[in-house]
């Protein structure tokens, strides 16, 4: 009988983290997902795949940068399973508005606070359980935007709370990598992606950059595609190919 991979993925109420986890189950037979969400009780689409898939998903909380409520959920994957194989650090938040000449502060503390120092403190929780896996991945979900080639430094109104976030996120992963020789870290971009991030950040957008790159006349990749080809990256990667580059979902590497 296969070994069962271990999977832990947060932010997957809704949007590319449902997606994530609704193919791992589709693709895996032998996986067990611990679907992460800030209100378990009211996520009505991992409910769903949990009469679907009984014995192999568990809806759990997971609230970014909350150290107690991290730590809570590594302990109790360490009671069911004593291991985590591959951690898909998902969840952010994303609001394009404001310069840098101008944004809220709070705004921006937000970005950093949910997008970066989430990450950190969920790597910190689940390290120990990692540490246990003869396959240990930790990917974070990150941004093209984050690059600092990126077009939308130069054309984006706004964009500096998420952009400067990933781009810290990136540095990060990054350092996560060099420090931990024994596991494949690395930050992925899924791309332009159909989710309420993107629909609201087009609606939000008042120079028309959005608009015309991802607006009602654009054909932009579904959820169930971005993550099917994020899962096959992240099931496929490896220290030597992946580990401290930032790839993208077609699989290309996208320079920092
Ligand atoms: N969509 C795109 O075009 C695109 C492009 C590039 C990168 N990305 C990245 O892809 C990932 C998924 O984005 P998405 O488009 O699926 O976004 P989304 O539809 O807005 O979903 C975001 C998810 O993150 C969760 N979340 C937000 N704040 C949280 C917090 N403080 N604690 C725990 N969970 C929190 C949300 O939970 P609630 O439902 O409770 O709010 C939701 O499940 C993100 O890392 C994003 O930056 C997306």
């Given at each position: 009988?296969?070994?069962?991979?271990v999977?832990?993925?947060?932010?997957?109420?809704?949007?590319?983290?449902?997606?994530?986890?609704?193919?791992?189950?589709?693709?895996?037979?032998?996986?067990?997902?611990?679907?992460?969400?800030?209100?378990?009780e009211?996520?009505?689409?991992l409910?769903?795949?949990?009469?679907?898939?009984?014995?192999?998903?568990?809806?759990?909380?997971?609230?970014?940068?909350?150290?107690?409520?991290?730590?809570?959920?590594?302990?109790?994957?360490?009671?069911?399973?004593?291991?985590?194989?591959?951690?898909?650090?998902?969840?952010?938040?994303?609001?394009t508005?404001?310069?840098?000449?101008?944004?809220?502060?709070?705004?921006?503390?937000?970005?950093?606070?949910?997008?970066v120092?989430?990450?950190?403190?969920?790597?910190?929780?689940?390290?120990?359980?990692?540490?246990?896996?003869?396959?240990?991945?930790?990917?974070?979900?990150?941004?093209?935007v984050?690059?600092?080639?990126?077009?939308?430094?130069?054309?984006?109104?706004?964009?500096?709370?998420?952009?400067?976030?990933?781009?810290?996120?990136n540095?990060?992963?990054?350092?996560?990598?060099?420090?931990?020789?024994?596991?494949?870290?690395?930050?992925?971009?899924?791309?332009?992606?159909?989710?309420d991030?993107?629909?609201?950040?087009?609606?939000?957008?008042?120079?028309?950059?959005?608009?015309?790159?991802?607006?009602?006349?654009?054909?932009?990749?579904?959820?169930?595609?971005?993550?099917?080809?994020?899962?096959?990256?992240?099931?496929?990667?490896?220290?030597?190919n992946?580990?401290?580059?930032?790839?993208?979902?077609?699989?290309?590497?996208?320079?920092?």
């Amino acid at each position: 009988m296969s070994e069962t991979t271990v999977y832990l993925v947060t932010g997957s109420n809704r949007g590319l983290g449902l997606g994530l986890v609704t193919r791992i189950l589709e693709k895996h037979d032998h996986a067990f997902v611990y679907a992460g969400a800030r209100n378990p009780e009211k996520a009505q689409p991992l409910q769903n795949l949990q009469a679907k898939y009984p014995n192999r998903i568990s809806v759990v909380k997971c609230v970014s940068a909350d150290v107690e409520g991290n730590t809570a959920l590594a302990r109790e994957i360490e009671k069911r399973h004593g291991r985590l194989d591959t951690v898909i650090a998902n969840a952010a938040i994303c609001d394009t508005t404001g310069d840098v000449s101008n944004i809220s502060v709070p705004l921006l503390e937000e970005h950093f606070h949910v997008n970066v120092t989430g990450t950190i403190v969920l790597f910190q929780a689940v390290y120990g359980l990692l540490k246990k896996s003869i396959s240990p991945r930790f990917v974070p979900i990150s941004s093209s935007v984050g690059c600092l080639d990126s077009d939308s430094i130069k054309h984006l109104a706004g964009g500096l709370a998420y952009g400067a976030s990933k781009a810290a996120l990136n540095w990060a992963t990054r350092k996560i990598h060099f420090e931990n020789e024994w596991l494949v870290a690395f930050p992925l971009s899924p791309g332009a992606t159909d989710t309420d991030m993107l629909r609201g950040n087009v609606a939000a957008d008042t120079t028309g950059y959005l608009e015309k790159l991802y607006g009602e006349n654009t054909s932009v990749p579904t959820v169930e595609a971005v993550s099917s080809s994020l899962i096959n990256i992240i099931d496929k990667s490896t220290r030597d190919n992946d580990g401290g580059r930032f790839i993208h979902v077609d699989g290309t590497q996208i320079p920092w």
